[in-house]
Nanobody, 127 residues
Framework: QIQLVDSGGASVQSGGSLRLSCATSGFTFSRNCMAWFRQGPGKEREAVAVTDAVSRTSYATSVQGRFTISRDNAKSMLYLQMNSLKSEDTGMYYC?????????????????????WGQGTQVTVSS
């Protein structure tokens, strides 16, 4: 069956960096669109980055220039490199298998696009 296992979350100081990983199995990773969502305290879960099957990417305005989503199709792995972290980046981060769409120009998937979630990994940024 389809499995997504998130890891890499931690507590860091403002300005620090983290790399999240998502190990996947049970589907043809290279042919699918993948995304990272986050849910801050008291906030809705929302996408922060998405990559399609040919590694085109799109980012939320709030993370543009600081976060980089990438994929290793040979290993069926998804990553999120997060630099210059801010306190407002605090939240639970979820890897997601999403239906493909035209994710360009800042367009991001919505929760309705999600076919499967990872279990989440906590990122806490302290100032």
């Amino acid at each position: 069956q389809i499995q997504l296992v998130d890891s890499g979350g931690a507590s860091v100081q403002s300005g620090g960096s983290l790399r999240l990983s998502c190990a996947t199995s049970g589907f043809t990773f290279s042919r699918n669109c993948m995304a990272w969502f986050r849910q801050g305290p008291g906030k809705e879960r929302e996408a922060v980055a998405v990559t399609d099957a040919v590694s085109r990417t799109s980012y939320a305005t709030s993370v543009q220039g600081r976060f980089t989503i990438s994929r290793d199709n040979a290993k069926s792995m998804l990553y999120l490199q997060m630099n210059s972290l801010k306190s407002e980046d605090t939240g639970m981060y979820y890897c997601a298998l999403v239906g493909c769409d035209d994710y360009t120009g800042g367009v991001l998937p919505r929760r309705g696009h999600v076919a499967r979630w990872g279990q989440g990994t906590q990122v806490t940024v302290s100032s």
